[in-house]
């Protein structure tokens, strides 16, 4: 499922995006187009991403530059959430990409469009 944050615009991204308190976050950060990956999971999505892009969270994003969000996908528990971020860390980098790419062709930072 991907996401809709509520009282947020519609917009171009995975499909729009949706976040409640009781929503959990899939989400891939990259340092740029076919970039180094880092896939994650949160409670918080707005507030994850802010702390990657500030190189709050010492690491390996903050090392590698992984600071733009090209995809994320809701979860209803963070069982789900988990099981999900764990799926898609054995998956084979080509099929990482294919899933960016189905809703996100250009890799645009969608950071922007969940803090509307």
């Given at each position: 499922?991907?996401?809709?944050?509520?009282?947020?615009?519609?917009?171009?991204?995975?499909?729009?995006?949706?976040?409640?308190?009781?929503?959990?976050?899939?989400?891939?950060?990259?340092?740029?187009?076919?970039g180094t990956l880092?896939?994650?999971?949160?409670?918080?999505?707005?507030?994850?991403?802010?702390?990657?892009?500030?190189?709050?969270?010492?690491?390996?994003?903050?090392?590698?530059?992984?600071?733009?969000?090209?995809?994320?996908?809701?979860?209803d528990d963070p069982?789900?959430?988990?099981?999900?971020?764990?799926?898609?860390?054995?998956?084979?980098?080509?099929?990482?990409?294919?899933?960016?790419?189905?809703?996100?062709?250009?890799?645009?930072?969608?950071?922007?469009?969940?803090?509307?």
């Open positions: 499922m991907v996401g809709v944050i509520p009282g947020r615009p519609e917009g171009p991204g995975p499909e729009s995006i949706t976040t409640s308190l009781t929503m959990y976050w899939v989400y891939i950060l990259t340092s740029g187009k076919h880092y896939i994650g999971v949160t409670r918080d999505l707005v507030r994850r991403v802010y702390q990657h892009k500030n190189k709050l969270i010492k690491g390996f994003t903050s090392q590698h530059n992984v600071v733009h969000l090209v995809w994320f996908e809701g979860c069982a789900s959430a988990i099981e999900r971020e764990k799926e898609l860390k054995k998956w084979r980098r080509e099929w990482k990409v294919n899933l960016i790419e189905q809703d996100n062709p250009n890799w645009d930072d969608l950071y922007d469009e969940i803090t509307r």
